[in-house]
């Protein structure tokens, strides 16, 4: 699948290139990200190829759809923003996002991401978006909640991350109870 580029006020959001290796190295060789993120801190260069590679391929195959986030000003990649395991015959897919940690608290994904599940619900038409976060994330537990996702579960000790047994929490937003 060919990936669109998204655009809101102060964000563009496009697919990733091997020309991005170094700065998502840089996003996800930070523990502070990663901790929450489900994978494990990168370590060398090569994981962030890697990295870009399964997501070169996720959406050639449409299982992970994934895009870097761009600040317009600088044109510079900030983070990521994705669904993944998308099941087209249950019009479902899970949401995931990082961002750099110079870029939080700037209310980046308050903008982006009504923008980025509107192009879900619509251009996808997703009927349901998931996503998952560990309990100890509150602002994006703040985040998910404030554009209407219910939780719906709790999971615990899912995860395996950096040495960490961690809970997480599920939720759920429905086409129906989504307002942009």
């Not at 060398?44 to 990295?51: G, L, N, V, Y």
């Not at 939080?104 to 903008?111: A, L, P, V």
Request: contains cysteine; charged residues 30%.
């Amino acid at each position: 699948m060919k990936l669109s580029e998204i655009t809101a006020t102060r964000l563009k959001l496009r697919p990733l290139t091997y020309d991005d290796t170094e700065d998502i190295f840089e996003i996800f060789s930070d523990a502070e990200v990663t901790r929450y993120w489900g994978h494990d801190t990168l370590q060398k260069r090569e994981e962030a190829r890697d990295f870009i590679e399964k997501t070169i391929s996720g959406a050639k195959d449409g299982s992970l759809l994934e895009w870097g986030i761009i600040e317009k000003e600088t044109q510079h990649l900030i983070g990521v923003c994705a669904f993944a395991g998308w099941n087209r015959e249950h019009r479902r897919a899970e949401l995931g996002f990082a961002l750099h940690k110079d870029y939080w608290g700037k209310k980046y994904m308050s903008e982006l991401l009504p923008v980025f599940i509107s192009y879900g619900f619509k251009e996808l038409k997703l009927h349901r978006i998931e996503a998952d976060v560990d309990p100890r994330n509150l602002a994006s537990i703040k985040l998910l909640e404030k554009f209407g996702f219910q939780k719906e579960g709790y999971l615990r000790e899912c995860y395996h991350i950096n040495g960490e047994i961690q809970d997480a929490l599920f939720y759920g937003l429905l086409e129906k109870d989504f307002s942009s």
